[in-house]
């Protein structure tokens, strides 16, 4: 091994030991979690933000799982639920102007980089009131207004888009960053390599957020991957990397915001690797056979919305009835958000025929 | 006018895009500091520097992707394959990502980037460099396909490819690069995609045809001249849309047609375009439409076999001959 990556392999592991009890250690250079948060340094109302916007992502999703099993949403549904920190966390250190781009589990980092609930449950349910007028469906959630470049289908396809994404702020010099989400399954797609070489080959102000939920649809990281410390792969072009626990809000806001001074500042990109968990299958039709119910249980003895949670209550930042204020805030908008997507009507029929071209021919 | 290489016809488009737009940029591999692998890129570093003319690694993926996420944000990338036989490895991000991503936006985000290089057969590189796939783009809505023949054609069309709004294939012929033709110096001189040309008027029979199979059309109709058989030769142009209206027109005029093609005949354009006009045209048809197709096998090396693969003037003669029945 490289002395290089010995080095990184050294900065990565941290020496508090698996203090949470939670990863165990399949591989050689398996990084361990951080045994606590990062000190707060935030305002109130930005920590009451977060609280707000993971609890409501998790209880939109679990609208979601309702509505799917009433035939409400079709096709393919896959549900961000475990997730929260890693999509909350890294958006709220964003500015407006800065863009998204993600995969297809992507409720979430919409909701985050504020599309409106209802926009995003209207096309679930495929009405024109959806965020992409029907068209697009779960997979395909965009709203240009927010500059969410998408939710995409192809495992890996959003990583040379994210990266295109940033070679345009750079070309027009301006300090927009972008953050690209994906799953780790995306890792050993040629889209990964590919892209990071140019990011870093042209120095791109591109975040690449590994979003490691430890499964590829069935198929765990063990059985997919001959190098599974995600982080460790930024070496392989000289890239900054972080391996973050991604249950964990503030640890990823935090090395977001580093890799975001290193974005705005010198152009340069990052790897992020956020350790995860999905507590729901791949999709709405996954019913998870390959994993057993005390392993989920494991994870959610960790869960991002818990951990978050005695955060604030220790820091005498949240109390019992600020939560419970928020839950009915979060209730009224998950229900608001249904309502609208019921009574939003189909998308014309003439919206099959539009936006083909957007400079159609006739002939 | 001047007379210019096709070479240099698509070379005055992308230097005078280049020019217009400063949000166009071209990007591929060896189009900068090499000056183009076949020289349609010569000079362009020079005149507009590094930033906008950029040499890529070889990762056809990667960057056909970072085009389309650019267009997302408001650029106009022409992106150059080396050859569209490498365009293959780029082909998740052409359709599933350029392709549809205004359609699943609901409107949002149209894709204005041009992929552009030369594709069909070459001389002498087999069966991975010597093929036209211009079909399986055509396949997709989203997409528009454009394949000039002549240098004049490939200087109009060029220049409209790179102000539509929409991902744009453009297919040139390598070994039309060479071909030398009056090419309109003027910067506003575009040709609009979707509009087909009669290359030749006639009145026996119609024979439409692309891109290399054009000078190869125009020479059979050429020798045919002299025998007495008059044909129009249709060039399309662009292959989606297809200007399908300029053909059935010269069909019920003509009431013969042979579609010459240097691709596979299998699920190509000619099927397409056959289906078109005995769709459309059938009562007027007095033969059976005929294709005249490159060979349905892989591309071979050897020189002999290589000339039978592709075809040429003799077989689009033979090929009017059998549908007017001489």
């Known amino acids: 091994m490289s002395s290089q990556l010995t080095e990184r392999r050294e900065k990565l592991s941290t020496p508090a030991g698996n203090a949470a009890g939670v990863l165990e250690a399949p591989a050689d250079g398996e990084p361990e979690i951080r045994k606590s948060s990062p000190a707060i340094q935030e305002d109130r109302e930005t920590l009451l933000k977060i609280f707000h916007q993971m609890l409501l992502i998790r209880r939109f999703e679990e609208k979601c799982a309702e509505s799917y099993s009433l035939g409400k949403i079709g096709g393919f549904c896959h549900l ?10 890294s958006i709220s250190a964003l500015r407006d102007d800065d863009y998204v781009i993600t995969s297809y589990r992507e409720h979430g980092q919409a909701i985050a980089k504020g599309i409106l609930p209802e926009a995003v449950m209207a096309e679930l349910y495929g009405k024109a009131g959806g965020c992409s007028k029907g068209k697009g469906g779960s997979m395909h959630l965009f709203d240009k207004s927010v500059n969410f470049m998408g939710g995409h289908g192809i495992v890996g396809g959003q990583i040379p888009l994210g990266t295109g994404l940033a070679f345009a702020s750079k070309y027009r010099e301006s300090d927009q960053v972008t953050l690209c989400f994906f799953g780790e399954a995306a890792v050993n797609q040629g889209a990964f390599h590919e892209s990071l070489n140019m990011a870093q080959l042209w120095k791109l102000p591109c975040i690449y957020i590994c979003e490691n939920n430890q499964y590829g649809m069935g198929t765990s990281l063990a059985r997919a991957m001959s190098l599974q410390n995600v982080a460790e792969k930024a070496s392989a072009y000289s890239m900054e990397s972080e391996f973050v626990d991604g249950m964990d809000v503030l ?13 705005r500042e010198n152009y340069l990109p990052t790897l992020i690797e956020a350790r995860t968990y999905r507590y729901m299958g791949h999709s709405m039709s996954d019913p ?54 019921e009574e939003s009507p189909e998308p014309d029929p003439s919206e099959l025929y539009a936006n083909v071209y957007a400079n159609p021919i006739e002939n | 006018m001047p007379v210019t290489t096709m070479r240099d016809a698509l070379n005055q488009a992308l230097r005078e895009e280049l020019a217009r737009d400063a949000n166009v940029f071209l990007m591929g591999e060896e189009v900068a500091e ?31 992707g970072l085009g389309v996420g650019a267009a997302m944000a408001g650029l106009r990338p022409i992106v150059e394959f080396m050859t569209f036989n490498f365009s293959i490895l780029a082909i998740d991000q052409i359709i599933n990502s350029a392709a549809k991503m205004l359609y699943m936006s609901g409107g949002q985000f149209p894709i204005p ?23 399986w783009y055509a396949y997709f809505p989203g997409l528009k396909v454009v394949m000039p023949s002549t240098p004049a054609d490939a200087k109009g069309l060029l220049k409209s490819a790179v102000r539509d709004d929409d991902p744009v294939i453009f297919i040139e012929q390598e070994r039309l690069y060479g071909l030398k033709g009056e090419v309109p110096e003027n910067d506003d001189f575009v040709i609009p995609l979707g509009v087909a040309e009669v290359k030749r008027e006639g009145t026996d029979a119609t024979i439409v045809a692309r ?10 109709a050429e020798e045919l001249a002299k025998d007495g058989v008059s044909c129009e030769v249709i060039d399309p142009r662009t292959i989606r849309p297809l200007d399908i209206n300029t053909i059935v027109e010269s069909v019920k005029k003509t009431n013969r047609v042979v579609i010459a093609e240097e691709s596979h005949p299998f699920c190509g354009v000619g099927a397409e375009i056959s289906a078109a006009i005995s769709e459309r045209a059938f009562d007027y048809l ?20 290589e000339r039978r693969a592709i075809p040429d003037v003799a077989e689009v003669i033979a090929a009017v001959r059998a549908v007017s029945y001489l």
């Open chain 2, 211 to 220: 891109s290399w199979m054009l000078p190869v059309a125009m020479k059979a």
């Open chain 1, 251 to 263: 640890a990823m806001r935090r090395a977001t915001q580093r890799a975001i001074k290193r974005a």
């Open chain 2, 286 to 305: 007095d033969a059976p439409v005929k294709r005249v197709s490159g060979v349905d096998v892989p591309m071979p090396y050897a020189k002999n076999l």
């Open chain 1, 80 to 89: 961000y639920i475990g997730q929260e920190a890693v999509g909350v966390g």
């Open chain 2, 34 to 64: 090499y000056q183009g692998a076949y020289k349609v890129t010569r000079g362009l570093l020079e005149e507009f520097g590094p930033k906008r003319v950029i040499d890529t690694p070889i990762t056809e993926l990667g960057f056909a």
């Open chain 2, 113 to 135: 980037i041009v992929f552009r290089g030369p594709g069909g057969s070459a001389y002498q590189v087999s069966s991975q460099h010597s093929q036209a796939i211009e079909s």
């Open chain 1, 288 to 341: 998870g056979n390959y994993r057993t119910r005390a392993e989920i249980e494991k994870y959610q003895e960790r869960d991002p919305i818990k951990i978050f949670t005695a955060t604030l209550k220790e820091s005498s930042i949240l109390t019992d009835k600020d939560i419970a204020d928020i839950e009915a805030r979060v209730k009224e908008e998950v229900e608001r958000a249904v309502r609208f997507a």
